[in-house]
């Protein structure tokens, strides 16, 4: 990649600390100048097809600047915020120092939540009245949420520390209260950590001492070692990846990130080292962890990123080496060097099967030159690292896959469960409307079968073998079982986007039922048992599909008149009858066989239905 191949960026300077433009890199750019609080967003993605990731990046001015942060810890000064937890436990903080914070997917947002589903453009605001905050959803499509209720649109809600905001899949924190927010204590080295705003003008002259391709082969052939060091250098580098190895899976990020710095620490005269992971799904770039060497004054000084650096190194997906940054007379131009007074720098990306996961920074305030063997090693051990957490991602999805597949087998056809899985459905509340075939049987005279039967055992080994059978056909027709209501069964088809046919085979699925019954009585009577006899009703129409209960336990059913319906047409069916209804019927009367019943006035309904029994397929 050449200079060239890197986008101009545009920035709006101002006198106060803002989110001074949202830079994304593209063929176009796109500039605005909306102020609010301490931060810059900065969205980071690639122009390359097979690399269409994009991250978000927050910068702010230093805190010994004009327009940054007051050196002094007072808390009282601080603006209200929001805070984001990232699926790696790191923290993402928005002050709240305008009147009006907007919230949505919209590039004028001042908090832009581009990657999240089911957010609005302008999804919400965080109001700012008399000293007190107010929350208001702007008429999104998908509602904000204030502690797990719903809110009215267009009425702002008042909001108190500690507060909880759910906007699409995104939950954020409220905090005003001074006394009751986390200890400066707290993840204090994390607190250190401050990325300083790019300068547009010095982005297209970037250059490096260094720099390896993320994934380049590092060992030679035997054959082609001549010197004793290039030995030396790949055992150190397989003896890192051999202790990196002994991490365990279970093992959380944080523990995996510690024991990678330390290994740097070991080998590598570096001062301070930031690792920045990217949220799964907001496309956060955040600071995880922190580790400063002791003894060398590190402890509470401000630990100054260079985003100039990180979008390099970002976009290219090269690992970089900088010797006496301060000194470059064409990186060393960059504020983001020159305020933090970086004088050696390594910065690598966590790359593991072409995805960036995060990045890691080392630096040296002392006058050393790292090497391209020092940049060699760092970059074995963040191989390893990278995959390390690409792992723990793919452990994380493998679970939650295996927990939606669980709940899912329960009532789907395996093969409709796999479909859902693999398109990556989520198991949440709330349905949708469709036109579906709704399906009632039941056991005939089941209450004298449970009086005669010679305990309760019995009873349970009838029903489990009856719905084993008529599971097995409901499964077979690509049908989903909705519920048991004691010895009824409820089926529905034609609730799982891209169905087809659906009405053709839930009749289908019925007239099977009576022949898996007549199986069943054959083993019965041989064990001297009574044989049994089922009825069942068949109805299409509209009707609501979903997830329905709570948040701790939710049945996928459906609900609505059509699913009444069915019902009392399954109560009405005699021994061995299936009653369709006059709309199921239009869709099948070319393909079965049909009597007409005749019309039925069925208890709740105001029209008569016309019923039909199917006999047959033609």
Known sequence: MSLNDIPKLSRSRANTESWASDISYSNTVNERNSTIGSLSNLSISNTSPSRDDKIYLQTKQRRGSNTGLNKSNDVSKQPAKLTYLTSFGGKVNFPLVEDVTMIGRRDDNQIQLKKCPKISKYHAAIEKMDGRYYIRDKKSSNGVKLNSHYIEPDHPQLLSDGDKILIGSVQLEFFDEVSKRPSLSDDSNLKLVTILPSEQKYEETITTKVEIEADEVDFKKVGEVDSVSVLREDYEKLRLAYELSKFSLGDDITSLLAKSLDMMFEILPVDRGVVLLVDQTTGFLASHYVKLRAGKHNEGREILLSSTIIHRVYQSRVCLITSDACEDPLLGKAASVKYGQI?????????????????????????????????????????????????????????????????????????????????????RKGGREITGTIVFTDIRGFTNISEQARGPSEVVELLNEFFERIVRVVFKHEGVVDKYIGDCLMAVFGSIEDEVDSEFRAVQACLEFNEEMKEMNVDRIRLGLKPIEIGTGVNTGNLVAGFIGCSQRLEYTCIGDSVNTSARMCQDATCGQVLLSEFTYEYVKDRVNCRVIGKKQYKGKLNEVLVYEALSLK
């Not at 990306?349 to 060699?376: E, M, Q, W």
């Not at 994380?396 to 597949?405: D, G, L, P, Q, S």
């Open 343 to 427: 004088r050696s720098v390594i910065c690598v990306p966590l790359v593991a099967h072409n995805k960036v996961h995060g990045i890691l920074h080392l630096d040296s305030r002392d006058r050393y030159n790292f090497s391209a063997k020092d940049l060699s090693l760092v970059k074995a051990i963040s191989n390893q690292t990278a995959m390390a957490i690409e792992n723990s991602i793919l452990i994380k999805e493998v679970e939650n896959k295996a927990r939606i597949t669980e709940q899912l087998s329960r009532f789907l056809a395996p093969h409709v469960v796999d479909k859902m899985v693999n398109k990556n459905e989520i198991i």
